[in-house]
C-alpha cells in the first residue's frame, strides 16, 4: 500500500510502497477514507525540539477515518464493513505512536473505535479524532461551558471554530478575539455575541472563562489579565513553549490556570453527534491523498483555508 512517511526533521514526507497491516488480537485494520492535517504534523516535520514518540520511520496521520476490513482475534462490538473513526487515546495512537492514517490501511486498538453516526461524512469524521474531540474537551470539560457563562475564545482557527460552536450550542455567551478580521461575519454566524482582535477588549465582560486555543505567550498573559475574579484560563494552544504571565494578579483575582490536550472517547462522541445533527459545521476544504505534503505546506506558511482533510479513493 501507498503511504506518506515521515523519516527525519526538516525533510518533505517520503511516499512508499508498504506492505499490508494486519489485524493482531485486539485490533482492526481499517481502510483509510479520510484523514485531517494538523498543525502538530507540521510541528513534527520542522521543529526540533517537538518530538515524535514513534520509532522512524513513520507514516502520519492523526485525525483518521475508516471502514473496517479485518477484525483480530478477541475483538467485540466491530465487524468488516462498519464505518469508524479512531479517538485519540492510549499508547498506540495512530499518526503519534505508531502508523497512522496517510496511508491506504491503518491498524487500530479497538478500544480507540467509535462508530459514525449513518449521516457523517468521513471528512468530519476525520476532523473530529482531534481537532473536534480536543476543542470540546478544551469548552465542556475544562471550560465547563454551559447555560449563561460567559466564555471568551482566543483564536478563531480550525479548534476556535469549533469550541466556540460548541459553546454556543451549550447555551454560553461566547466572546471571539482573533486578530483576522476576515473571519469575525463567521465567527458572528456560529453565534458569537461579540468580536475582537485582542481578548482584552473584553476586560469589563467579566469573563467567567477563557479558551487560548491561541498559545503565542502574549495571549496567555491577556487572557489572566482579562478574566473575571475567580475566572478560568484554559490553555489549549501552544504557539510558544513559554509565557510570562502576572502571578501576583492570578493569585489576588483568584484564577484558575488549566491546561488541556486532547479528548476522549466521549468527547469524540459528542462532537460526531453534533456534527451529524447538522448543528455543528465546521469549514474543512479537502484535498486528494496526493496533496497531503502540499497540504502539510499550506499549513506551515498559515494559507490553509479552513481544515484540511484528505479523502482516499475507494
Given at each position: 500500500?501507498?503511504?506518506?512517511?515521515?523519516?527525519?526533521?526538516?525533510?518533505?514526507?517520503?511516499?512508499?510502497?508498504?506492505?499490508?497491516?494486519?489485524?493482531?488480537?485486539?485490533?482492526v485494520?481499517?481502510?483509510?477514507?479520510?484523514?485531517?492535517?494538523?498543525?502538530?504534523?507540521?510541528?513534527f516535520?520542522?521543529e526540533?525540539?517537538?518530538?515524535?514518540?514513534?520509532?522512524?520511520?513513520?507514516?502520519?496521520?492523526h485525525?483518521?477515518?475508516?471502514?473496517?476490513?479485518?477484525?483480530?482475534?478477541?475483538?467485540?462490538?466491530?465487524?468488516?464493513?462498519?464505518?469508524?473513526?479512531?479517538?485519540?487515546?492510549g499508547?498506540?495512537?495512530?499518526?503519534?505512536?505508531?502508523?497512522?492514517?496517510?496511508?491506504?490501511?491503518?491498524?487500530?486498538?479497538?478500544?480507540?473505535?467509535?462508530?459514525?453516526?449513518?449521516?457523517?461524512?468521513f471528512?468530519?469524521?476525520?476532523?473530529?479524532?482531534?481537532?473536534?474531540?480536543?476543542?470540546?474537551?478544551?469548552?465542556?470539560?475544562?471550560?465547563?461551558?454551559?447555560?449563561?457563562?460567559?466564555?471568551?475564545?482566543?483564536?478563531?482557527?480550525?479548534?476556535?471554530?469549533?469550541?466556540a460552536?460548541?459553546?454556543?450550542?451549550?447555551?454560553?455567551?461566547?466572546?471571539?478575539?482573533e486578530?483576522?478580521?476576515?473571519?469575525?461575519?463567521?465567527?458572528?454566524?456560529f453565534?458569537?455575541?461579540?468580536?475582537?482582535?485582542?481578548?482584552?477588549?473584553?476586560?469589563?465582560?467579566?469573563?467567567?472563562?477563557?479558551?487560548?486555543?491561541?498559545?503565542?505567550?502574549?495571549?496567555?498573559?491577556?487572557?489572566?489579565?482579562?478574566?473575571?475574579?475567580?475566572?478560568r484560563?484554559v490553555?489549549?494552544?501552544?504557539?510558544?513553549?513559554?509565557?510570562?504571565?502576572?502571578?501576583?494578579?492570578?493569585?489576588?483575582?483568584?484564577?484558575?490556570?488549566?491546561?488541556?490536550?486532547?479528548?476522549?472517547?466521549e468527547?469524540?462522541?459528542?462532537?460526531?453527534?453534533?456534527?451529524?445533527?447538522g448543528?455543528?459545521?465546521?469549514?474543512?476544504?479537502?484535498?486528494?491523498f496526493?496533496?497531503?505534503?502540499?497540504?502539510?505546506?499550506?499549513?506551515?506558511?498559515?494559507?490553509?483555508?479552513?481544515?484540511?482533510?484528505?479523502?482516499?479513493?475507494?
Amino acid at each position: 500500500m501507498k503511504a506518506w512517511q515521515f523519516t527525519r526533521t526538516h525533510a518533505p514526507l517520503v511516499l512508499r510502497d508498504l506492505p499490508d497491516p494486519v489485524a493482531v488480537p485486539g485490533e482492526v485494520v481499517l481502510d483509510v477514507r479520510a484523514a485531517g492535517l494538523c498543525h502538530s504534523d507540521v510541528g513534527f516535520l520542522e521543529e526540533d525540539d517537538y518530538p515524535l514518540p514513534a520509532p522512524l520511520p513513520v507514516t502520519l496521520g492523526h485525525e483518521t477515518a475508516g471502514v473496517v476490513s479485518a477484525v483480530g482475534e478477541g475483538v467485540e462490538g466491530f465487524s468488516i464493513g462498519d464505518r469508524v473513526g479512531i479517538a485519540n487515546v492510549g499508547s498506540a495512537v495512530p499518526g503519534i505512536m505508531r502508523d497512522g492514517g496517510f496511508a491506504r490501511k491503518v491498524v487500530a486498538r479497538a478500544d480507540a473505535l467509535v462508530h459514525m453516526p449513518a449521516s457523517l461524512a468521513f471528512e468530519q469524521a476525520a476532523l473530529a479524532a482531534d481537532a473536534g474531540a480536543s476543542a470540546h474537551h478544551a469548552v465542556m470539560v475544562s471550560g465547563e461551558a454551559g447555560p449563561g457563562v460567559r466564555i471568551g475564545i482566543i483564536g478563531f482557527g480550525g479548534l476556535g471554530q469549533i469550541g466556540a460552536r460548541i459553546a454556543v450550542l451549550a447555551g454560553a455567551e461566547v466572546y471571539v478575539a482573533e486578530i483576522k478580521e476576515e473571519t469575525w461575519p463567521l465567527a458572528r454566524e456560529f453565534g458569537a455575541i461579540k468580536t475582537v482582535r485582542d481578548i482584552a477588549e473584553c476586560a469589563d465582560d467579566h469573563l467567567d472563562v477563557i479558551v487560548d486555543f491561541a498559545g503565542f505567550g502574549t495571549t496567555t498573559a491577556a487572557a489572566i489579565e482579562t478574566v473575571r475574579r475567580g475566572g478560568r484560563v484554559v490553555q489549549a494552544g501552544m504557539a510558544k513553549k513559554e509565557a510570562t504571565v502576572n502571578i501576583w494578579l492570578m493569585v489576588m483575582k483568584q484564577i484558575s490556570l488549566v491546561a488541556t490536550m486532547g479528548g476522549t472517547k466521549e468527547d469524540l462522541e459528542s462532537v460526531y453527534g453534533l456534527l451529524a445533527s447538522g448543528e455543528l459545521d465546521p469549514k474543512i476544504t479537502t484535498i486528494t491523498f496526493d496533496d497531503i505534503p502540499a497540504g502539510l505546506d499550506q499549513l506551515s506558511r498559515g494559507t490553509a483555508d479552513g481544515r484540511l482533510v484528505a479523502l482516499m479513493e475507494n
